[in-house]
């Protein structure tokens, strides 16, 4: 049996600036992906017009490149593959596997969550409607390269999800894994607030007839109050002049061991030194990693 080359993404949401936490998840896909020769792609997550933060795009690709980060081939949009979104989402409608959902966040407030089915049967029209997709009453588990086993049961924990919303945006689950599949992505590494996705995920491969890449969910940085490292919590964007030492800081996060006489070296030479060492088995088994217990 031969095994694909290794294809790895890094994907970021332009709905603000990268902050040390994806930089701690671009590090471990971009070393993963390296380490082994494989390549590297770069996807914009742009699903979400009205939560885009005007020129992040742009400063991401900037701090990428200020980093030492280098990506193969183009970078794609999610907002130039709607098109291939559409064809699947009519097929699936078609073929009875989605539905058109008319409930208000309100009406499922009870529900904490877990769809229970209101519009399964309804047989609404599909014009200001969610799409959503009919989950089996299975479970689904999969092995994580570093958080180990996962499982979960779609029906009863998640239920039937959106995969295009009402107000006609797509939603991540379905964008996510058709955009891997036609990139051919072999292995994702990406933060394990992600972790409880990839059962939905699974199943939509599955549904679809894609093959299931490998996954490897690093630890969440989070601030002293527990939430993740992000736009809402004003987490400081990364600047350039900060790059060397916040590269040996998200090295130590994900449990790599660059020595004081990497202090002086350059972002590319940091890279070229954390590619030649990387060793995935010691990044922390853990979902989350507080920032402060990182030196």
Same mark, same amino acid.
């Given at each position: 049996?031969?095994?694909?080359?290794?294809?790895?993404?890094?994907?970021?949401? +332009?709905?603000?600036?990268? @902050? *040390?936490?994806?930089? &701690?998840?671009?590090?471990?896909?971009?070393?993963?992906? %390296?380490? /082994? =020769?494989?390549?590297?792609?770069?996807?914009?997550?742009?699903?979400?017009?009205?939560?885009?933060?005007?020129?992040?795009?742009?400063?991401?690709?900037?701090?990428?490149?200020?980093?030492?980060?280098?990506?193969?081939?183009?970078?794609?949009?999610?907002?130039?593959?709607?098109?291939?979104?559409?064809?699947?989402?009519?097929?699936?409608?078609?073929?009875?596997?989605?539905?058109?959902?008319?409930?208000?966040?309100?009406?499922?407030?009870?529900?904490?969550?877990?769809?229970?089915?209101?519009?399964?049967?309804?047989?609404?029209?599909?014009?200001?409607?969610?799409?959503?997709?009919?989950? +089996?009453?299975?479970?689904? @588990? *999969?092995?994580?390269? &570093?958080?180990?086993?996962?499982?979960?049961?779609?029906? %009863?924990? /998640? =239920?039937?999800?959106?995969?295009?919303?009402?107000?006609?945006?797509?939603?991540?689950?379905?964008?996510?894994?058709?955009?891997?599949?036609?990139?051919?992505?072999?292995?994702?590494?990406?933060?394990?607030?992600?972790?409880?996705?990839?059962?939905?995920?699974?199943?939509?491969?599955?549904?679809?007839?894609?093959?299931?890449?490998?996954?490897?969910?690093?630890?969440?940085?989070?601030?002293?109050?527990?939430?993740?490292?992000?736009?809402?919590?004003?987490?400081?964007?990364?600047?350039?002049?900060?790059?060397?030492?916040?590269?040996?800081?998200?090295l130590r996060a994900l449990g790599q061991q660059p020595g004081p006489e990497r202090v002086d070296a350059s972002p590319r030479e940091l890279l070229d030194w954390a590619i030649r060492h990387w060793d995935a088995g010691?990044?922390?088994?853990?979902?989350?990693?507080?920032?402060?217990?990182?030196?």
């Amino acid at each position: 049996m031969t095994t694909a080359p290794y294809i790895g993404r890094f994907a970021p949401t +332009p709905s603000g600036h990268l @902050h *040390f936490g994806s930089l &701690v998840a671009a590090l471990a896909s971009y070393l993963d992906a %390296r380490a /082994v =020769g494989g390549r590297w792609l770069l996807r914009m997550e742009d699903l979400d017009p009205p939560r885009e933060e005007p020129g992040a795009q742009a400063a991401i690709l900037k701090a990428l490149q200020n980093y030492g980060f280098e990506w193969d081939g183009e970078m794609v949009r999610q907002s130039e593959r709607h098109e291939a979104y559409d064809q699947v989402i009519n097929r699936l409608l078609s073929q009875g596997l989605a539905y058109a959902c008319t409930c208000s966040r309100k009406q499922l407030e009870p529900y904490q969550g877990i769809y229970p089915g209101l519009c399964r049967n309804a047989g609404h029209d599909t014009k200001d409607a969610a799409i959503r997709l009919r989950v +089996p009453e299975l479970a689904y @588990h *999969f092995n994580d390269r &570093v958080q180990g086993p996962f499982r979960q049961h779609l029906g %009863r924990e /998640v =239920g039937d999800f959106v995969i295009r919303r009402r107000d006609g945006l797509y939603a991540y689950q379905l964008a996510v894994v058709l955009d891997d599949a036609w990139q051919g992505v072999t292995d994702i590494v990406r933060g394990a607030d992600l972790l409880d996705s990839t059962p939905r995920q699974l199943y939509l491969q599955e549904l679809l007839g894609l093959p299931h890449p490998r996954y490897l969910h690093v630890p969440l940085i989070t601030q002293p109050d527990g939430h993740k490292l992000g736009k809402a919590y004003r987490s400081p964007a990364l600047t350039a002049d900060q790059a060397t030492p916040l590269l040996l800081r998200a090295l130590r996060a994900l449990g790599q061991q660059p020595g004081p006489e990497r202090v002086d070296a350059s972002p590319r030479e940091l890279l070229d030194w954390a590619i030649r060492h990387w060793d995935a088995g010691k990044i922390p088994r853990t979902l989350t990693l507080p920032e402060a217990q990182i030196r």
